[in-house]
Every structure is written in C-alpha cells, then in structure tokens.
C-alpha cells in the first residue's frame, strides 16, 4: 500500500468514526451535564484507563485542574493513572486489578465521577473501579470501544464508540473528551 492511500484510508475512517458518535448527541450532552453537576456541586472529577487510555486520563485531569481554552478557576481532577509511586505499590501489594480501585477507596467520595476510558472494555481494573466507585456513591462514566466489553453496561453513562481498530476508538474518546471540557468551560464561563 502507497503511502498516500494509507493517509487517505486513515483520515477517512477517522472521520466516519467519529461522524458516527453524531447519534449520542443527547449522551454527550447529558454526560457533559452530569460533570458540570458535581463540579458546581463541590465535587472532583477522577479519570483512569490502560495505555493510551491512561493518557486520555492524563489528558482529562490535567485540563480540569489548568484550563482547555479559557481561562477559569481551576477545577478538582486526579488522573488515577498520575502516581507512579500509588501504581506500584498498590500493583505489589495487591496486584495490578486493584491499582485503581485501591485509590478510590481512599479518594472517591459521593458526588464524584469517575471517568474511565477503555478501547475493549475488558480491563478488569477498570471493572473493579467501577465496583469501587459505584460502593463510595460516584457517578461513573465509560468511554468505550468495540462493543463495550464487559464493561458495557455497568457504568452509570456510557458511550461506546463501535469500532474495532483502537486507534479509531481513541481518537473520538479525544473528540468526546474535548467535548466535554468545552461544556465545563462554558459552564464556568457564565
């Protein structure tokens, strides 16, 4: 394959992919409102994933607790994925399922939300956060993949961007994530 088809293949299906999240308008919107809600509310917002995902994670937090295009307060955001430290030693003492969940035993409060992001939906450290956070009283939200994995279904919103190829996922969680930090701003804006 040229390279110039392999460019065209990718920016095309990158596009379709994410022209299909066009039918979770509402989701988006209601997702988008819900993290408002615990913001304004006095919550925090904490974020996990695996690899790429854990990136998206970083990327949430870090925009919350700086800014994404405005300038405004800043708002409470940990990325469960941010200390190495927490990793390996909850990764040693437990193993690599609790990573997450540990963490939220002792972060997560009620009227938090969790935001995880998942290509497969099939980390089981991201199911037992889940568990974790459904136990403290958070709301949780999936950004997910495929078709949803075993997490489909369990979080309290989800979106599942149906496709196979995870760079194709990752990309509209990005869209999705940008989406959401534009409705927060716009929030703290008025």
């Not at 997702?31 to 809600?37: H, R, T």
């Not at 990793?87 to 938090?112: H, K």
Request: charged residues 20%; glycine residues 12%.
């Amino acid at each position: 394959m040229r390279t110039r088809e392999l460019v065209e293949r990718s920016l095309s299906a990158s596009s379709e992919t994410i022209r299909g999240l066009s039918h979770q308008v509402d989701k988006v919107a209601l997702i988008g409102a819900e993290l408002v809600a615990a913001l304004k509310a006095g919550g925090k917002i904490l974020t996990a994933g695996n690899g790429g995902s854990a990136a998206e994670a970083l990327h949430m937090a870090e925009e919350l607790t700086g800014r994404f295009k405005g300038d405004r307060v800043s708002l409470p955001a940990v990325a469960l994925v941010a200390d190495a430290t927490a990793l390996t030693c909850i990764g040693n003492d437990f193993g690599f399922d609790f990573v997450f969940s540990r963490q939220l035993e002792g972060l997560g409060r009620p009227g938090d939300v969790l935001v995880l992001f998942s290509t497969s939906g099939n980390a089981e450290n991201l199911r037992l956060a889940l568990e974790a956070a459904h136990g403290k009283g958070m709301k949780t939200i999936g950004l997910l993949g495929r078709s949803g994995g075993r997490l489909a279904g369990r979080a309290t919103h989800e979106i599942i961007v149906q496709h196979e190829d995870t760079a194709r996922i990752q990309e509209a969680h990005q869209v999705l994530l940008h989406v959401f930090l534009e409705i927060v701003e716009l929030a703290y804006a008025e």
